[in-house]
């Protein structure tokens, strides 16, 4: 790395939840081991470049807020060069392991496809370089289907088939820088593949080409040798009214009917999970109770404002019960916890990017010891697995196994009577969750 471009702020490092400064990590010691494993490994985070180095504070109402040094040069290739560099630093400062980017966050566009794949291909080897040097890694890579007109309806889902050939031509080219920076994984967000009217639309149309599309990414991959995961991020709404991968189940449904299951797994997004009406948690149980857990996009959104704010997230309990579900399903493999977050439109300076992130790594690494905790103590557990014990034998087993039918239970119902109705105990399991995250039972 050339210059430095976050002087004065040095690596950040672990100083143990008693530090009361504030450019240091409290509970997010990456070296630290548990289980065999460091936390980093465990942890896996990623730095979003779009959020961290190509937000700008705009809004619908205004322009930006926020202004980094490096943007001012006139030549935009120069710009996106020192802007690379940038981020690296960050991400060796902040201790974070991976980076994810789509292809137009980091060159600029060219006239044609032909101009904007040659400056891509310049700054793709930049980024090799910068991984070599620096040992950070690309946990995935994409490509932006929705920011330029031509995809105002739809990419893979467009009426006009040039449009879905343009889309194909940069989701080729994505596959191959991803796997030229050796990406864990590739991912595939809809955001405007989906529809703001029934009137101009044929739904089961688009749905079959965006299936087809999906397909074709497949088989280029194998083409060309890129084994990294597929991973599909559900979003119900925004940009577009209704977006097909609208939570994890429409997902499911979708990739079995297409035949496509075997290939994806889903990057879950907080925001995206509580826009679609449900909870994060639910989201990664679903997708764990179908073996199609990948990745996360962690975020949170604000419970007043309903759209998607992008916000990093500090809220411990609601991180824990994540983590409890991640820990269960046998932890994220080769995804990761991407910061998919952005700073408040205010946050102006170079080091609230800092502060932004040095509070959501230390959220989740709290959490991710306390989930560890509540896992291996295992009193949820014992409790579910008690709530469903009369499963366990008889006829509960008759019924698990597919062994039994409603003329047989109709006896047992008629000479058992009225089954003794027993507490789910909420609240009593609340408030032992509550004395994990307070630290009561550590
Ligand atoms: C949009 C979003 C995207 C994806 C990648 O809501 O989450 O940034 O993560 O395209
Ligand atoms: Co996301």
């Not at 450019?23 to 985070?45: K, M, N």
């Not at 046998?330 to 991407?338: A, F, I, S, V, Y």
């Not at 008629?414 to 039972?441: C, D, F, I, W």
Request: aromatic content about 12%; charged content about 25%; overall charge negative.
């Amino acid at each position: 790395m050339a210059k430095e471009h976050f002087g004065g702020i040095p690596k950040i490092l672990y100083e143990g939840p008693q530090s009361r400064r504030a450019l240091a990590f409290r509970h997010y010691d990456p070296a630290q081991v548990i289980d065999g494993r460091t936390l980093s490994e465990h942890l896996r985070f990623s730095v979003a470049f779009w959020h961290s180095f190509r937000g700008t504070g705009t809004d619908v109402f205004g322009s930006g807020t926020i202004f980094r040094p490096w943007e001012s040069g006139n030549d935009p290739l120069a710009v996106a060069q020192a802007r690379l560099d940038a981020a690296f630093e960050f991400n060796v400062k902040m201790q974070a392991p991976f980076w994810c980017f789509h292809d137009r966050d980091i060159a600029p566009e060219g006239n044609t496809l032909r101009e904007t794949n040659r400056l891509l291909d310049i700054l793709v080897a930049q980024a090799k370089a910068l991984q070599r040097d620096t040992g950070v890694r690309l946990l995935w890579g994409t490509a932006n289907l929705f920011s330029h007109p031509r995809y105002m309806s739809g990419a893979a889902t467009n009426p006009d088939a040039g449009v879905f050939a343009h889309a194909a031509a940069q989701v080729k080219k994505a596959l191959e820088v991803t796997l030229e920076l050796g990406g864990d994984n590739y991912v595939f967000w809809g955001g405007r593949e989906g529809y703001e009217t029934l009137l101009n639309t044929d739904l089961k149309r688009e749905q079959a080409h965006l299936a087809a599309f999906l397909h074709m990414a497949v088989e280029y991959a194998a083409e060309i040798g890129f084994t990294g995961q597929f991973l599909i991020e559900p979003k119900p709404k925004e940009p577009t009214k209704h977006q097909y991968d609208f939570d994890v189940a429409a997902g499911i449904a979708f990739l079995r009917t297409h035949g496509l299951d075997k290939y994806f797994k889903f990057n879950i997004e907080t925001n995206h999970a509580t826009l679609a009406g449900h909870t994060f948690q639910h989201e990664i149980e679903t997708a764990a109770a179908h073996g199609l857990l990948g990745s996360v996009d962690a975020n949170t959104g604000d419970a007043q404002l309903g759209w998607d704010t992008d916000q990093f997230n500090t809220d411990v309990r609601e991180l824990t019960v994540a983590m409890m579900s991640i820990l269960r399903a046998g932890g994220l493999g080769r995804g990761g916890l991407n910061f998919d977050a952005k700073l408040r439109r205010p946050s102006i300076d170079p080091e609230d990017l800092f502060h932004a992130h040095i509070g959501g790594f230390d959220a989740y690494a709290l959490a991710f010891k306390i989930a560890r905790q509540v896992v291996a103590d295992g009193v949820f557990e014992k409790f579910v697995a008690q709530r469903y014990a009369s499963y366990d034998s008889g006829v509960g087993r008759d019924i698990a196994a597919r062994r039994t039918s409603f003329r047989e239970l109709e006896q047992v119902a008629l000479t058992a009577g009225e089954p003794v109705p027993r507490s789910g105990k909420q609240e009593y399991l609340e408030n032992l969750l509550m004395q994990y995250v307070h630290g009561e039972r550590r």
